[in-house]
């Protein structure tokens, strides 16, 4: 079974009958290359030097360029991408500022006059980067290339090699960033890691390993209960484990929820699959399966239901177009049913207006709910029930009561003590419905509690991270404590902070040297030696 990140956890598949995986390409670095990581918070990498990105806004400006590596990104799509609509008139100004940020954190050492990483094109940037070299392509790849072992009868290197493709995910894709570019991306991958489970799912069934695939199964239909796929898999593993009844049971299920949410019968795979536990057909791996669709396959388009929900009148259906309930269940599973590619239930323009649907529900909700929420999204799209308590200053067990009314509307999905957003656009909606002035300050807030109960350096950075860059007093003296531990878990955040306090009226001459020595070794982990032995020299001239 996978968390939310896609990263291992309990029972896996059993292996020992399985090939190793052959990629198609090579996977290791070459010395100097430019690497970057975007399923997940946004790093990269020269060599074994990782690079100091900066805050939020060059981050994006840099995911962007990230994602669409070798082309030339013009400045308005930059500017519409990471700042939106309604831009401020300084944004052409940032964005020179941040590019330059970052071509010296790219290449500190680049000459004058010299070629670039990050090039101007004409009225446009383009980064120099090998699109195979971040984690996205490499994603995508290998569920290229599990879909090509499927297709030649090989589910059991399909596995492992799907294994490999999750394995690249590391939390929430550009995790951090806002902006209409960062939030559309964020949508798509997310959409894309769930195709790729289910197809793990369809490779392990054809492999003959139905028990192994149950949990991960039910997991899947527990985060995105409106998609059809995972039940249909999730039947078909009971039955082939030899439990028919508990499959025919999860099309009961299946059923109360298509119709009571979306007002619909179950489409044809599900029927297919009941038929064929039904008649209690031969437990053994078809070429294809009961759908009709080849194992991994995307699923086949399904008209848009028009059908309103029990009990509602014909008139009152016209008018209403589809059913709030059907809306509000679309938005916050976000396209379930569906791949990045080939939308199930209608194409990505009809679900633009998703986000709207999503704050309506939201709106919803009790007002000490919805607080609770809007803290809770600062953390993530999954964060600890602890963690909640420290920002909020309250006790875990009087969060109870808002966590479970959020989990009955939907909101959340219960994980015990790390509740996980439904799907991130819901926690996109909360966090980007809180102003950003207000945001940073409540960035600021949640640093400083997380600091207080003893959090890992790297959570209290994180936080610190989204803020506009000023330096309160008490950040300079807990980097003073943090800053080794923070080196080890995070050496580029060190350096950002570390830079940020420097530049701050709150360093003074003591506090400076020793925080001059900190950068100095947050440098070195990050390969800027020249910058290090600098920063060495200031240290001892003060302490001298």
């Given at each position: ?207 003959g390993m139905p028990a192994e695939v149950v949990a991960e199964l039910a997991a899947l239909v527990g985060e995105a209960p409106l998609r059809e796929r995972p039940r249909e898999l999730l039947m078909l593993a009971l039955h082939r484990s030899g439990r028919s009844a508990e499959a025919l049971e999860a099309f009961r299920e299946a059923r109360r929820v298509l119709v009571a949410e979306l007002g619909v019968e179950p489409g044809p795979g599900l029927r297919g ?272």
């Amino acid at each position: 079974m996978r968390d939310v990140a896609g990263h291992p956890s309990g029972r896996r598949a059993d292996r020992r009958h399985l090939p190793a995986v052959t990629h198609a390409g090579p996977t290791e670095v070459a010395e100097g290359a430019l690497r970057v990581q975007l399923l997940g918070p946004v790093r990269a990498w020269r060599g074994n030097r990782e690079i100091v990105l900066g805050s939020s806004r060059p981050r994006a400006v840099f995911a962007m360029l990230a994602m669409r590596a070798a082309a030339v990104v013009r400045r308005e799509e930059l500017i519409a991408g990471v700042w939106g609509e309604e831009a401020p008139a300084t944004a052409h100004g940032s964005l020179h500022t941040y590019v330059s940020a970052l071509r010296k954190a790219l290449e500190p050492d680049r000459e004058r006059g010299g070629a670039s990483l990050l090039e101007s094109v004409r009225s446009g940037y383009r980064l120099r980067l090998d699109p195979q070299r971040s984690d996205v392509a490499e994603f995508e790849r290998l569920r290229e290339q599990a879909r090509r072992q499927l297709g030649a009868g090989d589910p059991g290197g399909a596995v492992r090699t799907l294994d490999a493709a999750l394995e690249q995910w590391r939390g929430e894709p550009l995790s951090g960033l806002s902006g209409p570019f960062a939030q559309a991306q964020r949508h798509r991958l997310t959409e894309g890691r769930t195709a790729a489970r289910e197809q793990r799912a369809e490779a392990a069934l054809a492999a003959g390993m139905p028990a192994e695939v149950v949990a991960e199964l039910a997991a899947l239909v527990g985060e995105a209960p409106l998609r059809e796929r995972p039940r249909e898999l999730l039947m078909l593993a009971l039955h082939r484990s030899g439990r028919s009844a508990e499959a025919l049971e999860a099309f009961r299920e299946a059923r109360r929820v298509l119709v009571a949410e979306l007002g619909v019968e179950p489409g044809p795979g599900l029927r297919g699959v009941h038929e064929h536990v039904l008649a209690n057909a031969p437990d053994q791996a078809p070429a294809t399966g009961p759908t009709g669709r080849p194992p991994g396959a995307d699923p086949a388009p399904r008209p848009r239901p028009t059908a309103a929900p029990a009990g509602t009148s014909p008139d009152d259906a016209r008018q209403a177009g589809a059913p709030p309930r059907q809306r509000v269940a679309e938005a916050a599973d976000a396209g379930a049913g569906s791949t990045p590619d080939r939308p199930d239930r209608e194409p990505a323009s009809e679900r633009e207006p998703a986000s709207e649907d999503v704050a309506g529900r939201l709106d919803d909700l009790s007002g000490p709910t919805r607080e609770v929420l809007r803290w809770a999204a600062l953390l993530g799209v999954e964060f600890a029930v602890d963690d909640l308590s420290a920002v909020l200053s309250r006790p875990a067990p009087g969060l109870a009561r808002p966590l479970e009314e959020a989990v009955a509307a939907g909101v959340l999905r219960n994980a015990g003590r790390r509740p996980v957003f439904r799907h991130p656009l819901i926690r996109q909606a909360l966090y980007e419905g809180t102003p950003a002035a207000l945001r940073v300050a409540l960035h600021q807030q949640a640093a400083q509690a997380l600091a207080r109960s003893g959090a890992q350096a790297e959570q209290v950075a994180g936080q610190l991270l989204a803020t506009d860059g000023d330096v309160a007093p008490w950040v300079v003296e807990w980097l003073l404590d943090a800053a080794p531990a923070l080196q080890r878990q995070a050496p580029a955040a060190a350096v950002e902070l570390l830079q940020r306090a420097l530049r701050s009226p709150q360093a003074g001459a003591d506090r400076g040297a020793t925080l001059m020595t900190h950068l100095a070794d947050a440098l070195s982990r990050v390969g800027r030696d020249t910058e290090a032995r600098e920063y060495r020299r200031r240290a001892a001239a003060r302490t001298g």
